[in-house]
């Protein structure tokens, strides 16, 4: 009997014995990780020779610092103190909060060493340009918006990059462009009109104001033909009408606003709320926690039930974007196989109708129609979000700078004089392209206000990255550092708001919003801006190489474009001159107003109509 009661308890306590061993166990390992991870890589790491601040917090490393700070503020500061190649402590240290969860894909072992920033134009060209598809971006980084975004060529890679981007390469040749040009100016002209009705009616934006007292006395004391807009707003309008009509050939009647559900959906996704406020070190490792999850078990569909409002919104979103995309594919398939409209700017060479026709092609010009749907909305994205948030930060500069703004004005209205005395009715794409000066703001907005701020890349490979300027090293005083080992999987930090400030380009003045710099040098010569990698102007604002923007030329037209439009009808000043803008990067850097962070993101701007073109010339002199 006694037997079987110890027998008996045995049983009972079995279990229990070995649950607290495993739970032992498992602790012993984590900290033993955590250990090796915090004490020992640090000092085996092939970055331990490269330049870069102390620790930091030690959970947090640097992090909280460029959350806290205005984006790329850090990066610059450390360009300067250390050089061209920096390493920098991220989570615990290593390169990626939470990393030891995620599952390399595609395999790569993971290289949990410090941060690696590139400001040096040599290593730039080495990992962008020479050897960009042997430094892919590292699956962590995509989060809400590879799941929205698909398999579009922002996020391809390899051969699937490269065959994307051919039969992509059409739709952004200049003579296709030329012919967009017109789509550009008939929208800019609607949301004209639809500003001059605002002014004429004394149109109040209940959304431009800190709170009602503000309000109130600027309408006690307003000047007639004045009025308050947030810019913010009307602008992601235009821009998105504008790439639904040249990209799709698709009405999203935002600027009537009207509206329609992949409008709405699209919006939503990218809420002004996700950037009212700086985000902590432990909001973003819970969001990564987050994104793994969603990512490692989609069986389970964890986002349906995780009760976070920013997940609800991106997945509601994303299956109304879903619905509504494979509309718009099935509305311009059925007039590509009925109408057979490949010679016409709306038919051929919008960019559906030239990727449904690769759709139906074989081999190498193929594309499936997961990607076609990918190419959808990675153009709703890149063509409406970036752009708009470009001119957005171009209306504050000039709101800012009044005479740059009325040298601009001039510029454009001697040149449509010029059309009209041709019997032109707007400006072309070269009248566009030859705007010295509206050339040159347009360069300066892109330098100083790159909506993506900085972009991650990971080596494939084990790797030596050159630099034109060596760094000095951090264990051996006297010894420089002409190349900077990584090991495969190693993160890669490319800071774009950086290397556009770099003093070393542009001088001790780079911090400034000066337009000039692009007509002539400090000097009076005219020498080029030159010395750094970029795909235009020396600045990395479209990136560089093979995994450049492809439709950098279409924003550059559309920005100028929209841009000449409104500074020829209106003037634009600050709201007032106390209020302070900060800057919140989330996808795209855009603005908000201290003080105001619960309104979200807003850019409110005094609007009037501009002098008449002979008044203000008589003023400019």
């Known amino acids: ?3 079987l009661v110890a027998a008996g308890a045995w049983s009972y306590t079995h279990p229990v014995q070995a649950a607290l061993a495993s739970l032992a166990l498992l ?5 033993l990780y955590v250990l090796i991870l915090c004490v020992v890589r640090p000092y085996t790491t092939s970055l331990r020779e490269v330049p870069g601040p102390p620790r930091g917090s030690f959970f947090f490393g640097q992090v909280g610092r460029i959350l806290a700070d205005p984006p790329g503020a850090p990066h610059v500061e450390w360009h300067e103190q250390y050089g061209g190649a920096v390493r920098y402590p991220g989570f615990f240290g290593v390169s990626f909060p939470l990393d030891f969860l995620d599952p390399p894909h595609p395999p790569l072992p993971r290289q949990r060493d410090s941060r690696l920033l590139l400001f040096d134009p040599a290593a730039l060209n080495h990992v ?3 050897h960009a598809y042997e430094y892919p971006k590292p699956e962590e980084v995509r989060g809400d918006l590879a799941m929205i975004l698909g398999k579009g060529i922002l996020f391809a890679e390899g051969d699937d990059h ?4 051919r039969i992509m390469n059409p739709s952004f040749g200049p003579a296709h462009l030329r012919e967009l040009v017109p789509v550009f100016f008939e929208h800019s002209h609607h949301l004209r009109d639809v500003l001059k009705q605002a002014i004429e009616a004394g149109e109040v934006d209940e959304t431009a104001w800190r709170d009602d007292e503000q309000r109130d006395a600027w309408q006690r004391e307003r000047p007639e033909g004045e009025i308050v807009h947030d810019v913010c707003k009307w602008l992601s309008r235009v821009t998105l009408d504008i790439i639904g009509d040249a990209g799709f050939g698709y009405d999203f009647h935002a600027i009537s606003q009207s509206g329609n559900a992949l409008g709405k959906a699209f919006s939503s996704m990218f809420s002004p709320r996700a950037v009212s406020k700086n985000r902590s070190p432990a909001f973003i490792a819970r969001q990564r926690l987050v994104g793994f999850l969603i990512r490692a078990l989609p069986v389970l569909k964890i986002a349906d039930w995780i009760p976070n409002e920013r997940v609800r919104q991106v997945r509601e979103g994303f299956r109304v974007v879903q619905t509504e995309s494979e509309k718009i594919i099935q509305l311009k398939r059925g007039d590509v196989v009925e109408k057979d409209g490949m010679d016409s700017t709306r038919g051929s060479k919008d960019l559906i109708a030239l990727l449904l ?3 139906e092609g074989e081999g190498k010009a193929s594309m499936t129609n997961e ?3 990918g190419q959808l909305t990675t153009f709703l994205l890149a063509g409406h979000e970036t752009t708009s948030t470009a001119l957005t930060w171009a ?13 601009l004005r001039h510029e454009v209205r001697a040149a ?4 009209a005395e041709e019997g032109r009715d707007e400006l072309s794409s070269r009248d566009l392209d030859s705007l010295q000066y509206l050339d040159a703001v347009t360069r300066e907005v892109l330098r100083l206000e790159s909506p993506v701020t900085v972009t991650i890349r990971h080596a494939a490979r084990d790797d030596l990255i050159p630099l034109s300027m060596p760094v000095p090293s951090a264990l051996e005083p006297g010894k420089m550092l002409s190349h900077v080992r990584v090991h495969k999987g190693q993160v890669v930090f490319i800071p774009i708001t950086a290397v556009n400030k770099s003093k070393r380009v542009f001088g001790d003045n780079a911090e400034e919003f000066r337009p000039e710099r692009w007509i002539e040098s400090e000097d009076g010569s005219g020498k080029k801006i030159e010395g750094n990698v970029g795909v235009t102007s020396s600045i990395l604002t479209f990136l560089a190489g093979p995994r450049s923007c492809i439709g950098y030329k279409f924003a550059l037209l559309e920005f100028k474009a929209i841009l000449s439009v409104l500074i020829d009808e209106f003037e634009f000043d600050q709201r007032d001159t106390e209020t302070v803008v900060e800057r919140r990067s989330v996808i795209v850097t855009r603005p908000v107003l201290v003080g105001e962070e619960a309104h979200g993101n807003k850019m409110p701007l005094k609007i009037r109509l501009a002098k008449q073109r002979g008044d203000a010339d008589e003023e400019l002199e």
């Open 1 to 3: 009997m006694d037997r």
């Open 27 to 31: 602790l012993f390992g984590t900290a």
């Open 128 to 130: 962008l340009v020479a």
């Open 162 to 165: 490269r065959r994307q981007r």
């Open 357 to 359: 026709k690769s759709v």
């Open 371 to 373: 990607e076609l749907r």
């Open 395 to 407: 209306l504050w500069r000039l709101a800012s700078n009044l005479k740059i703004q009325d040298k």
């Open 416 to 419: 449509r004089a010029k059309a």
